[in-house]
């Protein structure tokens, strides 16, 4: 099955920026892809969906400062995240959404945002 590898996450500072990728084994084209999140002692939370016609929906707590894209023929979903602030300080996890079978996550990287 497709497996999903992410990359791109690091430490950085208030109000900078980072690009997250999460490329994929197989073809994603006809998937709906998300990025979720997960802070220390908190539930994991969706940050932004794409579906494969390139609609988006954003978490209200991100919305103006993050961009999430696909590249299908990379078979690559992309996070562009601005403006960050200590409370973006999680796990970012990719996932791609299925239908009738269980959805595939990629194993996750941290992102740090120092004041």
């Known amino acids: 099955q497709v497996q999903l590898v992410e990359s791109g996450g690091g430490l950085v500072q208030v109000g900078g920026s980072l690009r997250l990728s999460c490329a994929a084994s197989g073809s994603i084209s006809s998937n709906a892809m998300a990025w979720y999140r997960q802070a220390p002692g908190k539930q994991r939370e969706l940050v932004a969906q794409i579906f494969p016609s390139s609609g988006t929906n954003y978490a209200d707590s991100v919305k103006g400062r993050f961009t999430i894209s696909r590249d299908n023929a990379k078979n690559t979903v992309y996070l562009q995240m601005n403006s960050l602030n200590p409370e973006d300080t999680a796990v970012y996890f990719c996932?791609?959404?299925?239908?009738?079978?269980?959805?595939?996550w990629g194993q996750g990287t941290q992102v740090t945002v120092t004041s």
């Open positions: 996932k791609l959404i299925r239908i009738r079978l269980p959805d595939i």
